[in-house]
């Protein structure tokens, strides 16, 4: 490709309002374009990229015998309303009416699909196991789309998904694709980790999310250096420090003027956070069927804690929760800033698994300027529910053996997900097993977001002047410069190199040398070859790889097999 016939230029400076330096840079390299907030056009440069990452793909989902077909980005609502996610998910969800007035979803996600797929085609046992997959347009109407394609709207990814007589099958190909996404990111040359997570809207029993550490990361992960133990924060756990035994005290109210918080608490009565009791109100929003309900949550944490609201929402089986409002908390004989379990009815009270063993804590006494000193669960009140609903924090004990963890940032670029029968059974996806009787396929669903995954790698190779693509993954191989005085032989170098096969991106422009070389670094592709005056005066044409400083003048007549060598030597992890 000629770079004088190249749609698309390169950027001196970009956009303002750019926060991540590979948003920055694909906009300036000319690999991007943006539309509208979280929306992008894909220029040649990026789309070459993309290709080759979607190959990679490809090769491994093959390689799992994965059959590779395209399912619609635009869904019928009745098909979400019977998996029941038409009226759980919030306004995310893009819908809307098509010309005969009925609900339309564009897709978030593809589960629906192939599960309505499944109860058509698959019958027997004797069809299963099964693997299919697609590279599909994606829509999730974010309302913070942020960092250009770290977090867009609208976004391309790998769905994958298995079918299996059982959860042995489950297991295994659960296990294939675990490793089938490290070998992806290998051969991307992007590092991964792989950690506990949420299953979250998708359902299911259990979930991986493979992230990429930056600093940009919107996720947080807690790490065990020791041990090896990984998770995100949603679902992270620790040990939890054990509270002194002590016997019950009598329930005592006391004054506490001016003490909304629990540092003010603590430092008035002169005792650790750890003594407190944390009362955060929230209102959860459940499904009976078809139907919304809210329901006012009276979540109790220890003092030195905070609230994780991914554990409450699972703990009490919430599609939502939101920040319950001063009046609803009156509503119910509580007061903001100073509330206590002690003495409500109409809520729902979950309390994290610390506080049974953590006796004698202060608490508010639903009165402005009071607390209750040794509130104590069992005695004075009563829980609809205990479980870990506690942030598992930088520091805190590992759970597996104890060490201190630390806490990294990081982008989710993939995820797994064990999904059994929580599509299969709404659905009505079965099949015959060997004694004929109808069995729920036992499913497993797998993403990769691939454009995501083009700016993570973007952030991930780069240096002061730009763009330093691995080979696998650079829209070209080689970047050739034609300076004044050696046109004819880049022209005819450029010639020999297409007809050898070697991808080459040619600099025919009528720029200055300095312009060219800027241009060269900041699109970043693996090899550059400039030829100029002075390196046919010097021997030949002057070769520099993208990711060091050195200089070397290869004759002309070797040229094209010096740069097959190098590629090649580059492609072998040289």
């Known amino acids: 490709m000629k770079m004088s016939q190249l749609f698309g230029q390169t950027l001196r400076e970009a956009p303002a309002g750019v926060e991540a330096e590979s948003h920055r840079l694909l906009l300036r390299a000319g690999f991007i374009r943006p539309l509208a907030a979280g929306i992008f056009s894909y220029l040649h440069l990026g789309q070459r990229t993309l290709q080759k990452m979607e190959a990679i793909i490809r090769e491994e989902m093959d390689s ?36 005969n007035g009925r609900n339309m979803v ?18 027997s046992y004797r069809q299963l196991p099964q693997m299919v997959y697609h590279i599909q347009t994606k829509w999730r109407d974010d309302p913070r789309p942020r960092a250009g394609l770290i977090r867009a709207r609208e976004f391309t990814m790998l769905d994958s998904y298995t079918l299996d007589t059982d959860e042995a099958g489950l297991d295994k190909q659960y296990r294939a694709h675990y490793e089938a996404y490290f070998r992806i990111y290998g051969r991307f040359s992007l590092p991964v980790i792989a950690v506990a997570a949420d299953v979250g809207m998708m359902g299911g029993s259990a979930s991986h999310e493979f992230m990429y550490l930056t600093p940009i990361g919107e996720d947080t992960i807690l790490l065990c250096e020791e041990c090896g133990y990984k998770a995100n924060r949603q679902t992270a756990v620790c040990q939890k420090p054990a509270a002194a035994a002590e016997e019950m005290q009598p329930l005592e109210k006391v004054a506490t003027p001016d003490c909304k918080t629990i540092a003010d608490l603590a430092r008035f009565l002169n005792i650790p956070e750890a003594k407190t009791a944390k009362v955060v109100f929230l209102t959860a929003t459940t499904m009976t069927g078809q139907e919304k309900r809210e329901q006012l949550v009276f979540a109790i944490v220890r003092g030195d804690m905070n609230l994780n609201e991914t554990k409450l929402a699972n703990a009490v089986g919430a599609v939502g929760l939101r920040p319950s409002t001063a009046a609803e908390i009156r509503a119910v004989g509580a007061e903001p800033g100073y509330a206590s379990p002690v003495g409500l009815a109409g809520v729902l009270v979950v309390v ?30 009563a829980a609809d529910i205990v479980a870990d609903i506690a942030v598992a924090e930088a520091g805190a004990a590992c759970p597996q053996c104890g060490a201190e963890m630390t806490a990294g940032r990081g982008v989710e670029v993939g ?7 929580a599509y299969s059974e709404p659905l009505a996806a079965t099949f015959l097993d060997r004694n004929g009787r109808p069995q729920p396929i036992v499913m497993g669903s797998y993403g990769l977001g691939v454009t995501r995954t083009l700016a993570c790698l973007a952030e991930e190779h780069r240096d002061e002047y730009g763009l330093v693509w691995p080979v696998s993954v650079a829209p070209y191989h080689v970047h050739l410069v034609a300076l004044r005085g050696g046109e004819a032989e880049a022209d005819s170098l450029y010639t020999q190199l297409r007809a050898a096969g070697v ?31 002075r390196s046919l005066k010097n021997g030949g044409v002057e070769a520099k790889l993208r990711r060091e400083t050195e200089r070397q003048i290869v004759p002309l007549t070797g040229a094209v097999t010096y740069a097959q060598k190098q590629i090649q030597t580059l492609q072998t992890g040289g």
């Open 352 to 381: 994290d698994d610390a506080i049974p063993n953590s006796p004698n804590l202060v608490a508010g006494a639903n009165e402005v300027g009071y607390h209750l000193k040794n509130v104590n669960l069992g005695r004075d009140y």
């Open 64 to 99: 799992l015998a994965g059959q590779e077909i395209k399912m619609p980005v635009v869904h019928p609502a009745a098909i979400w309303q019977e998996s029941g996610r038409w009226y759980k998910i919030d306004d995310e969800m893009g819908r809307f009416r098509d010309k």
């Open 415 to 421: 995820n797994i997900f064990k999904l059994g029968t």
């Open 503 to 533: 991808e080459v991106l040619y600099d025919d422009r009528n720029e200055a040398p300095g312009v060219k070389f800027n241009d060269a670094d900041l699109i970043g592709l693996p090899l550059r070859l400039t030829m100029s005056k």
């Open 106 to 123: 564009l897709a978030m996600t593809h589960e629906e699909i192939v599960t309505d797929l499944a109860r058509r085609e698959i019958h």
